[in-house]
Structure formats: C-alpha cells, structure tokens
C-alpha cells in the first residue's frame, strides 16, 4: 500500500525526478520481498520514463541488470536476455562508469548464460575480478563471487558453486541468521539458487563443498573464480 501511494503522490504533479526514484524504490522492495514479476513492472516503468538518452538517468545503470534477473528467476529467459544485452551495450557506451554500478551489472550474467551468450558473461565477470579489489565497496567481493557460483551451476558445474557460495557467505561474515547482501538482486539469486545447487549436489557433495569453500582465503578464492571463467 505505500508503494502504490508513493508513486500516485510522485506522479500526481510532481517533477519526473520523484517519479523515477518512487519506482526505483518500489522494484527493489518487491525485490526484496520476492515478487519479481511486481518488480518488473516497476523497473519497465521508470525504463520507460528514463528514456534511451545520450546521457540516461542514474538509476538506469542499476534498472537494466536488476530486470534482466527479475525476468530471468520467473523464466522469462528471452527477454531476460534481450535486457542483458542491453545492459552490456550501455556499459560499452559509457566512458566513465561509476564502481557504485559494477556490482549490479555483474547480476545479469547468469541470463546471459541461460541465453546462450556464455563468453559475454565470462568477459564480463572477468573484468569484474580483474577490477573488483579497487572498488571499494564493502562485499563487493563476496557478491562478485556469488553471482559467480550461480554462472557456474548453469554452466554444469555444481560442485565449483558451492565451493564459491560457500567462500562468499563465509568471507562475507554470514551467520546462520544473517546474511549480508550487496543489493536485492544479490539476494534474490541467493535465495532462488542456493536451495538449488545443494540439491545438484546431494547433502554429502554439498558438505564438503560447503567446507572447501569455507578454507579459501578471499585471493585462493578470485584465482579459482577466474580459473573457471576461462
């Protein structure tokens, strides 16, 4: 109810500015609450307000890769990958990028996989390795290394995701209550895949991957991320 109310008071006269942030805030909180098709629509929504400008608004650079996961997690892996694609051309385009982006952009690799397009996900993700250890954002590392487990369990490879999965809530300083997450769509690919890549592997493999990961030190860890990556 307030975030129907939000965006009815933001459009109701308002500058545009209120409206795009009101969406923005309303698709990462159906993010976070799980309904992905609702936040979907939101990010549709403050896309198309947005505009395909020379110079586009902030929070399109956060919008594009969050919808590419929201549609990919409820299957709808086409346009999934259509974002995707759209993503990566508006990092191409942009001279500067802001590290504050980095990690949203790295979400959209496991649709580009799912799409066929592996080797873009790859240089992505490598790229992201290469510059991650001067972003400095706190679990910045620990998100790169989780999106990277999900890439590697659609790729075939369950027991490398768990090792990384393993290695990122470890280093991340996750408790069985608590869990640290870079942004809403960090949590919801943990949350969809975690049960899933535990399942791949059975509940012995899924121990003792859970236990390998946990004994890399966070450089073991990027080396054996970017091992996989080609």
């Known amino acids: 109810r307030d975030i129907v109310a939000a965006i ?26 799980g309904d992905l098709r609702a936040a979907a629509l939101h990010w549709n929504a403050l896309l198309q307000l947005c505009g395909d400008t020379a110079e586009p608004h902030t929070l399109t650079s956060l919008a ?37 982006a980095m990690p949203y952009f790295i979400e959209m690799t496991p649709a580009l996989v799912v799409g066929g397009r592996q080797e873009i996900a790859f240089e992505v993700l490598r790229d992201a390795i290469r510059n991650v250890r001067r972003v400095g954002i706190p679990l910045a ?48 690919l943990y949350r969809y895949y975690l049960p899933v890549i535990r399942a791949g592997l059975g509940s012995d493999e899924a121990r003792r991957a859970r236990d390998e990961g946990q004994a890399m030190t966070l450089d073991v860890a990027l080396a054996y991320a970017l091992e996989g990556l080609g």
């Open 8 to 33: 009815a008071t933001a459009s109701d006269g308002l500058a545009m500015e209120w409206r795009i942030q009101a969406l923005g805030l309303a698709a990462m909180t159906e993010m976070n609450l």
């Open 64 to 100: 594009l890769p969050s919808l590419a996961v929201s549609l990919h997690l409820v299957g709808d892996n086409d346009e999934a990958l259509r974002v995707a694609l759209r993503a990566r051309e508006f990092w191409r385009r942009r001279s500067t990028f802001s590290s504050f």
């Open 141 to 188: 590392e620990n998100h790169l290394l989780s999106v990277i487990a999900v890439v590697e369990y659609l790729r075939g490879s369950p027991d490398r995701a768990g090792r990384l999965l393993a290695v990122a809530r470890h280093l991340s300083g996750a408790t069985t209550r608590q869990i640290p997450f870079r942004t809403p769509g960090s949590l919801c």
